[in-house]
């Protein structure tokens, strides 16, 4: 366990350091501004106490116009380089965080389903967010809080020591207590900010939950259950960080406890010095400074040393996601897809497939062609695998046996971006963007023009958006929300149609249209794609029935293929099917 833990850490600080080194010239800058800001900072109350002395021992107004003079430019160059400093750390952990933020993002894109449903959607935000504000946050501290920390300890007992030798080693005492206190400090909380971040991962789950699901609990009346379920989340975080507040409480008040007694000891130690003739007393207030630095220092450091293990450990679950290798991979000599003329755009030889936690196999021994210019259909009951061979020949999902094909190349053999450039899709959810109707058609084909969309809306039965004020501009809400289930359904139709493919899946994408616009619909589909290929994955008898040819399954098996009318004759599992759907009162269904 510890040479994994080791090893993580090593996997984290490797992940760091190759998302800094491009902005490597900002941090030395950032280190050598703050270098300034410290300098200036501690060479003030230097130039204070022989101002002091100097003005006890009765010096001319030159001299006192020296001293006033190098605080004053000691200040002017402290709190330039304090400005700047900040604002390149800033900019420095800004950009890193940014970059860690995208790496996610776009690792996330090539992982496969059953990768992203391991991590967990929930999990996956905290790391996109959550977790790269963390790093964020804590290489901004380390620039303005932790670095000066060391710098302002040497530099302030060295010039204790300088002064008197008694007093750095009374620094150098307050020192070395201070660190022990925040030694423990840190030992006791950091193990509960690692737990932190697992119970934001919780909540970020449970209120993405609450909030999609918020029309299910009120409808089964489950209001008092979620909110339950809400309060133990929040409690069991809340909990914990009480904790580590309380735990920073009591470093604090010990901190500035001790400092009360150091300052004490500063000007008793430094009265019997002065009486012995060892210091002069304009000392005693650049001491008492010195003190107050390192203290507050001290404590800023202590804050950013707790955040490194929960930032280490957020780097650690980002590093988990960007080496997961992706189960769908391109091959490394690519076959370039030409192929416009062949016939059977897509084919199934004798193909099987199975998810990997999986018993047994979802399909089996798939074999049948989608061919050019005709309508190939798939029915069957719930979870037979019907939406399943449309993610094998997106290729969210490799086969297990056999093969699958694409104008007439293995699809393991293609790219992906070039496999599904040829292929036009219709989700069985009907997913759309927030943004406007004419910038969730063009996630067809971006370069479509004003006439192409109006065409593919037409072709889509999704007349209504003539009839909005805004038109094409009208607005879209985060998963078309302010659309009804029928007309998100045509405007994801119309998403795909605006694509020109080769081959077009509709994946029970007519099953909230209404029988009249279904068959509208199809029929304006049988003129507009008479040159492609069309796949229609169905539950209803009557959107499939004219189709060129019908593959039926059960339980993952073809039981039947052939048109409507041969399956009427030679497959039960069909005819089970239309019967039901005629009991049902879906008659039309059938005819």
């Not at 901004?140 to 080693?169: E, H, K, R, W």
């Not at 991962?201 to 339950?228: C, S």
């Not at 019907?386 to 293995?410: M, Q």
């Amino acid at each position: 366990m510890e040479m994994t833990k080791a090893a993580e850490r090593k996997s984290s600080w490797a992940l760091l350091v190759k998302l800094a080194r491009p902005y490597r010239g900002m941090a030395v800058a950032a280190l050598v501004l703050l270098l300034c800001d410290i300098c200036g900072m501690l060479f003030i109350p230097t130039e204070l106490s022989a101002l002091m002395n100097a003005a006890i021992e009765g010096a001319g107004t030159p001299e006192l116009i020296h001293h006033g003079t190098a605080m004053l430019l000691a200040s002017v160059i402290g709190s330039g380089g304090c400005v700047a400093s900040y604002w390149i750390a800033s900019r420095f952990a800004a950009n890193v965080g940014r970059d860690l933020r995208v790496a996610v993002y776009k690792k996330s894109l090539d992982l496969s389903g059953t990768e992203f449903a391991q991590i967990g959607t929930g999990s996956m935000i905290t790391r996109t967010l959550s977790d790269a504000n963390v790093v964020q946050q804590t290489l901004l501290m380390s620039f303005v809080m932790l670095a000066p920390f060391p710098v302002t300890c040497v530099v302030a007992i060295v010039l204790a020591y300088s002064t008197d030798a008694v007093m750095g080693q009374l620094l150098l005492l307050v020192t070395a207590v201070i660190l022990a206190i925040s030694a423990l400090a840190i030992k006791k909380s950091a193990p509960i900010f690692l737990r932190l971040q697992g119970f934001i991962d919780r909540m970020n789950a449970r209120l993405r939950e609450a909030i999609t699901g918020t029309r299910v609990i009120r409808a089964f009346g489950k209001e008092e259950h979620a909110k339950k379920r809400l309060d133990e989340t929040f409690e069991d975080y809340a909990r914990n960080a009480i904790r580590v507040n309380f735990i920073f409480a009591i470093t604090d008040a010990t901190c500035f406890c001790f400092m009360n007694f150091v300052e004490f000891a500063i000007f008793w130690l430094g009265a019997d010095r002065v009486g012995a003739h060892a210091m002069q007393i304009g000392s005693i207030s650049a001491l008492v400074q010195y003190a107050i630095l390192i203290l507050w220092f001290s404590m800023m450091a202590q804050f950013a040393l707790l955040q490194m293990p929960r930032a280490m450990a957020c780097m650690a679950r980002a590093q988990e996601v960007l080496t997961a290798v992706p189960a769908i991979q391109d091959p490394v000599t690519p076959e370039e897809l030409d192929g416009t003329d062949v016939q059977d755009v897509a084919s199934f030889d004798h193909a099987s497939f199975r998810f990997a936690d999986a018993s047994e196999d979802t399909l089996k021994d798939m074999d049948f062609t989608i061919p050019r210019g005709a309508v190939t259909a798939i029915i069957g009951n719930t979870g037979s695998g019907k939406s399943t061979i449309a993610k094998l020949l997106l290729r969210f999902h490799d086969v297990t046996e056999g093969k699958a094909e694409f104008l007439g190349h293995d699809i393991r053999n293609i790219r992906q971006k070039d496999l599904r450039s040829r292929i036009a899709y219709v989700p069985q959810t009907a997913w759309l963007f927030s943004g406007t109707i004419a910038e969730n058609l063009r996630d067809g084909a971006l370069e479509a023009t004003l006439d192409e969309l109006w065409h593919a809306l037409d072709i889509a039965q999704a007349s209504f958006v003539r009839e909005l004020p805004e038109g094409l501009a009208a607005p879209v809400a985060q998963g078309g929300k302010n659309f009804s289930g029928g007309q998100r359904q045509r405007l994801a139709i119309a998403r795909a149609l605006t694509r020109k493919a080769d081959l077009y899946i509709f994946d029970d994408s007519f099953s909230a249209l209404d029988y009249k616009t279904d068959a509208a619909l199809r029929h304006a589909l049988s003129h507009e794609l008479s040159d492609a290929a069309v796949l229609i994955i169905a539950q209803r008898v009557s959107t499939i029935r004219d189709a060129a040819k019908i593959v039926v399954l059960k339980d993952g098996e073809i039981s039947g293929i052939g048109t409507h009318d041969e399956l009427m004759e030679s497959c039960q599992d069909y005819r089970d099917i239309v019967e039901s759907q005629e009991r049902g009162g879906g008659a039309d269904a059938a005819r």
